[in-house]
């Protein structure tokens, strides 16, 4: 890992402490949405929240590295029509958005029909779409050298 | 603890109050940015007393965003604007204005419910169907995804649209455009 | 007025100092800062509009019936609304904050009244 890049080594160690405990805390929130308060969005921004961690704690590269700004576009749009796929599958039962799959018994992890694979979807969607905004605000002005700045 | 709801909630809410002034009239744009953050998580502990833990959870989470993208539009700017508002007409109107919305909302919330008494027409069927129509035991996913999937798609939709402004916005421009440009204003 | 309407009154008073900052001040940052004021108190006004007193949270756990389940929750429909409002709300302060760095640097300030200067 490069030592120069983002912040001092205090940082650096204590985000490679906690960032799987945020990334795994992000993902428990995402699944166990429809038991437990949570769900899809606030997963997602937490799963966010941890890129950016990286991002600002490791530098570009680095955070780069494991989710390019490619990568969250691809990622952002294929959760779009996962969502809406979720939602045509209504139509098996007759209308848009219905609940076709069984309902399960309540207060297990599988149940509840389509809600857990909306959330999964919903989640990876919003955690795209912001690490990929925090991406557009921060690395398109970095890119530009100072001279460029000043011949506009 | 329920005795103590009301009081909390009078006091967080002079908190955002008080909170919101300093941001607006601070001097320098970091404290406007700390004292945002200040009222987004006395906001927060509202949402918590008032017994919305999935709000308290994305409003903690998207306060933290929220500070990090306004640092990153503030820091190494130089602030050249103090004091003096817009001009004397726009602090006139504003004040006016609020003036006579608070006294308009003052005569409109007596034919409201009370606070504490909620009119559930449609909730009370949401909260009787809920379990055995969706399955779901949290029932602020079962109204979002299931019996309100609607707007949750369409939320969908517009944060993707924000997304894609934003990029637009802050790409750079292309070497032939930049270029094309610069003749542009040699001619102009 | 009965006294239980204070809350609401407050919201009130949080979203008229949104909207002074959006129309007095004069820095693009602040005029942001106003916008996000006015949001949460439309937001906290609309949660407030389902509490009920001595209510619990909307979620059901294994050892509650339905009947005093419905007798006693909060009101599950606004919390549902808020929460993708609020997720919107940071979309939106990020398409802001992209405007307001594009401005600053074609222009060079946060000042909007020196932006229109520069303009025309």
Redesign the interface.
């Known amino acids: 890992m490069n030592q120069r890049s983002g912040m001092t080594l205090i940082v650096k160690t204590i985000t490679r402490m906690v960032a799987a405990f945020i990334a795994t805390y992000g993902i428990y ?1 995402v699944l166990y ?7 899809g ?2 997963g997602g ?2 799963l ?2 941890g890129f ?1 961690l990286l991002f ?1 704690a490791f530098g570009k590269d680095f955070a780069l590295e494991i989710l390019s700004q490619r990568g969250t576009s691809i990622w ?1 749009c294929l959760a ?1 029509f996962a ?2 796929a979720i ?1 045509l599958l209504g139509y098996i039962g007759g209308t ?2 219905y ?1 076709v799959i069984a ?2 018994e ?2 297990h992890l599988v ?5 857990p694979l ?2 999964i979807a ?1 989640g990876i ?2 955690a795209a ?2 690490f ?3 991406i ?3 690395l ?2 970095m ?2 050298s100072p001279e460029e700045m000043e011949e506009e | 603890m ?1 005795v103590l709801t009301v009081p909390v ?2 006091i967080l ?2 908190f ?2 008080l909170g ?2 300093v ?2 009239e601070a001097r320098d ?1 970091l404290s ?2 700390i004292a ?1 953050g200040a ?2 998580y006395g ?1 927060s502990i ?2 918590l007393i ?10 903690v ?2 306060e ?3 500070l ?3 640092i ?3 820091v190494t ?1 130089d ?3 103090y004091g ?3 001009d004397v007409f ?2 006139a ?3 006016v ?2 003036g006579l ?2 006294g308009f ?2 005569y409109v ?2 034919w ?7 009119l ?1 027409t ?3 069927d ?3 169907q809920g ?1 055995e ?14 019996f ?6 369409g ?2 939709t ?3 649209t ?2 894609i ?3 637009v ?4 421009i292309g070497r032939k455009r930049r270029e094309s440009a610069f003749r542009d204003d040699a001619h102009s | ?2 006294k ?18 959006i ?5 693009i ?2 005029i ?3 916008v ?2 006015t949001e ?1 108190a439309v ?2 006004f609309l ?15 294994a050892d509650m019936n ?1 009947a005093t ?2 007798d006693k ?5 606004p ?6 409002a ?10 802001m ?6 401005l ?1 640097e074609k222009y060079g ?6 932006i229109r200067r520069l303009q025309g």
């Not at chain 2, 129509?133 to 299931?146: E, I, K, S």
């Not at chain 3, 929750?73 to 429909?77: G, H, L, M, N, T």
């Not at chain 3, 609020?86 to 398409?95: D, M, P, R």
């Open positions: 929130i949405g429809h038991l437990t308060p949570g769900g969005f606030a921004v937490i966010a929240c950016v600002l952002d779009a969502f809406l939602a848009f958005f609940n309902k399960g309540p207060f149940s509840a029909g389509i809600i909306a959330n919903i969607k919003v779409c912001l990929g905004v925090f557009a605000l921060v398109f002005r890119a530009r | 329920e909630l009078y809410l002079f955002m109050i919101s002034i941001a607006l744009l406007t940015v945002i009222v987004g906001l509202i949402y008032l017994n919305a833990p999935d709000i308290a959870i994305v409003q989470v998207v933290v965003l929220v990090v993208i306004l990153r539009a503030t700017r602030d050249t604007t003096q508002p817009r726009a602090l109107s504003a004040l204005f609020a919305f608070l909302s003052y919330f007596q409201m419910r009370p606070f504490g008494s909620p559930m449609v909730a009370k949401y909260l009787a379990l129509a969706t399955g779901a035991a949290n029932y602020v996913m079962a109204v979002l995804l299931d309100r999937a609607y707007d949750t798609l939320e969908a517009v944060i993707f924000s997304i402004g934003a990029y916005i802050l790409r750079s | 007025m009965p239980e309407m204070l809350p609401y009154l407050l919201t009130m008073v949080l979203l008229m100092i949104g909207v002074y900052g129309v007095v001040k004069r820095n940052i602040k942001i800062v106003g996000i004021i949460y937001n906290c949660i407030l509009q389902g509490y009920r007193d001595g209510g619990i949270a909307p979620i059901m756990t339905t389940f419905v929750s909060v009101d599950p429909v919390q549902a609304l808020i929460l993708t609020i997720v919107i709300g940071l979309g939106t302060v990020a398409l904050v992209a405007l307001a760095i594009r600053y300030t946060f000042d909007i009244s020196e």
